[in-house]
């Protein structure tokens, strides 16, 4: 018996259909509406979704990476055998009385040697709707089950206490329950794309990372390209995506969409050529409007997104939420299915903040021509990106390959509320993966080393934080569009056209070199309080001792001397 065949004798559905086509999926989308009193938009090809009022957002202390070893901080581990009983005791009937539905799937183009095929059986037609979006589907898949990633979905009795994502990263195996969260459910997303991915990528010599894909069309470097690894709801969509001001754009400059949440990097004859295994968009909602991203706001006009707790205008049949720069509609459905006149803005927020649109990669006004290279894209330059109120610039420049890391790896950021769990607490996120390592740390750490000292030429490393804000808690950086006048400075330090300012933590813009808005205090976006820096450094070597023996040796010299520089 196969794997498919022993979970359906475990799961039990009373019947079974292979989803591979897209009729298909249409027909689910229909149930959703039918079975389940979501709604179809008034472009009629889009539908409105609600979740279970505890089921918004990914659950990190309910993920699990199945190992006999601790894998070290930030990785909750159960040993294989406890994770096989548990398996079994979760998904036992768990499809009794349902439909289940095997979607075969690629990640990447798939006449690419970088591709990776996934079959995922759920008994969840949102789970089918949405990987249809965010993956593309493949039948050649169900030909021959070696290599492909399995991922096995279950709502079974959406008892939260039970919700579990558990990864067997070595038998390539992911299963979901207790939860239809697209997080923790679209196994082509977070579960296999990082956590099953980084872990191939171990083994294989390349990395599976959480970073966005640009090129920036200007007149400095000729298709300039960038990746970009930011933590969940930190500005990766809206970075992948940027709309230029009009003074950038009568000059020349554009920015085209590669990808924008999840980068595989293969080293190849000395360079990085990158992909991105997705076919859609699994973006954050609040905040996105006109003014922000009228980019992501064109792509969902286009038609075909599911929008995921957000509020609705019931007069127009449109998706409405905070942020969005239109008014509070007069009839409105709130993001848990009550319906309101002339609602009370104080009753709100009406979207959950965690609201999400899946939109097909095709809809994307500034999709880059090639997007789908099968041959990837060369990197000109890494950024890696936090959400801070202070302790860390808008940008800088890390000076080496070992700095960069080390910065990558105590990279802290803000909680949002992509995750369960309260927002706002200063945490570690080494390169914005925390939630998706698969290995420890340590080796992760080790790992990218080994890659980048492989190359013939490094690419730059730069770090930004959009989210400084001033004594009155306003943000210093108008942000978003804006963010091209960081870019540019990058662009142009990858050309050598400017030198910059050397401080204790790295490279930061001279003044004249770098395009402020006239609103902004060049000061106030690059004033790091030393002896805040100082007590970080403290704090970080705690951190590098937790990694304990997987931690490399680099590190702790960077470590130090960013210590002596500070002292002297
Ligand atoms: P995930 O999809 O969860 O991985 O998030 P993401 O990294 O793609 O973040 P996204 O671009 O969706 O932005 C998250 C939130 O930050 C949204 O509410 C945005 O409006 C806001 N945001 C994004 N970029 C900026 C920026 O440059 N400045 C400010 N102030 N807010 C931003
Ligand atoms: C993130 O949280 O980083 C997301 C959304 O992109 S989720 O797919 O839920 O992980
Ligand atoms: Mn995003």
Known sequence: MNKLDEFLSLARPSSVLIVDDYLKVEKLKERLISDYGFLRLADQT???????????????????IASDFALGPYINTISKFEARNLVKELFKGSMENKEAYIVPYVMGPSNSKFKRVGITITDSPYVVVNMAILNKIYPDALKNFDNVVLGFHSTASMDMKKKRVIHFTEDLEVYSVNTNYGGNVLTGKKCFSLRIASYLGKME???????????????????????????????????????????????GWSVETVGDDICWIFPKDGQLRVINPEYG?????????????PHFMEAFEAGNCV?????????????????????????????????????????????????????????C????????????????????????????????????????????????SERTSAQEGVVGALRHDPFAMRPFFSYPIGEYVSHWLSVFRSLKEQPLFF???????????????????ENIRILEWIIKRCACRVSARETFYGYIPCEEDINLPPSTSYSQLFEIDPEAFEDELDENQVFLE???????????????????????
């Open 546 to 568: 937790a990694l304990g023996s997987s931690g490399p040796n680099e590190l702790l010299r960077v470590q130090s001397y960013l210590k002596d520089q500070l002292q002297n």
């Open 365 to 412: 006004p500034c999709l880059y021509k090639q997007w789908d290279n099968p041959n990837g894209h060369l990197v000109h330059a890494i950024i890696f990106g936090c959400r801070r109120h202070s302790g860390m610039p808008v940008v800088f420049q890390a000076r080496s390959l070992d700095e960069a890391i080390y910065f990558a790896t105590m990279l802290k």
């Open 281 to 293: 968009f699994f973006g954050v909602a609040p905040g996105t409007s006109k003014r922000t991203n």
């Open 205 to 251: 010599g390349w990395l599976a990372e959480h970073m966005l894909i640009s090129k920036i069309i200007n007149p400095i470097i000729n298709d300039f390209t960038f990746i970009a690894a930011l933590p969940s709801a930190c500005g990766k969509t809206n970075l992948a995506m940027l709309a230029v001001p009009l003074e950038y754009a009568d000059r």
């Open 463 to 481: 770090f930004v934080n959009w989210f400084k804000k001033d004594s009155n808690g306003q943000f210093v950086w108008p942000g978003f569009g």
């Open 46 to 64: 889009s539908i409105w979704c609600y979740s279970h009022p505890q089921d918004v957002a990914r659950s990190e202390e309910a993920t699990f």
């Open 307 to 363: 929008f995921t707790n957000t509020a609705v205008d019931l007069d127009k049949l449109e998706p409405w939420w905070e942020g969005i720069d239109k008014p509070i509609p007069r009839r409105l459905r709130t993001w848990q299915n009550l319906d309101l006149i002339e609602p009370n803005p104080e009753l709100g927020p009406f979207a959950h903040s965690n609201s999400r649109v899946t939109v097909p990669i095709t809809n």
